[in-house]
């Protein structure tokens, strides 16, 4: 089972940026499609941004187009969610996830079932 450990979450003002990074262990990254999910106390585990094992395709929920950007650099078992333009609303609890790669990525990506290993999660607070 891979193991996966968040980085670079912390407090930044309004309309500022941080780099989430996310370090596999225990297996090579590039077996398993990423996503990363957020969480405020009382909601439900939101996937904000999937990526395939391949790289070659990215998803994003709405609220995080244009202004969030994951990719990953199998070569160092890591992926990242490059965050700009971060509001208020963005505060959260954010977790990568590992689930093994499949073709259908691109159909069941937000879903929390279709991913095996998570990470501890790093929290962000966005300050406004």
């Known amino acids: 089972q891979v193991r996966l450990a968040e980085s670079g979450g912390g407090l930044v003002q309004a309309g500022g940026s941080l780099r989430l990074s996310c370090e596999a262990s225990?297996?090579?990254?590039?077996?398993?499609?990423i996503g990363w999910f957020r969480q405020t106390p009382g909601k439900e585990r939101e996937c904000v941004a999937g990526i395939t094992w391949s790289g070659t395709a990215v998803y994003y929920e709405d609220s995080v187009k244009d202004r969030f950007t994951i990719s990953r650099d199998n070569t160092k078992n890591t992926a990242f969610l490059q965050m700009n333009g971060l509001k208020p609303d963005d505060t959260a609890v954010y977790y990568c996830?590992?689930?093994?790669?499949?073709?259908?990525?691109?159909?069941?990506?937000?879903?929390?079932?279709?991913?095996?290993?998570w990470g501890q999660g790093t929290q962000v607070t966005v300050s406004s």
């Open positions: 225990g297996h090579l990254l590039s077996r398993y499609d």
């Open positions: 996830a590992a689930g093994l790669k499949s073709f259908r990525y691109g159909i069941f990506w937000r879903e929390p079932a279709k991913y095996a290993a």
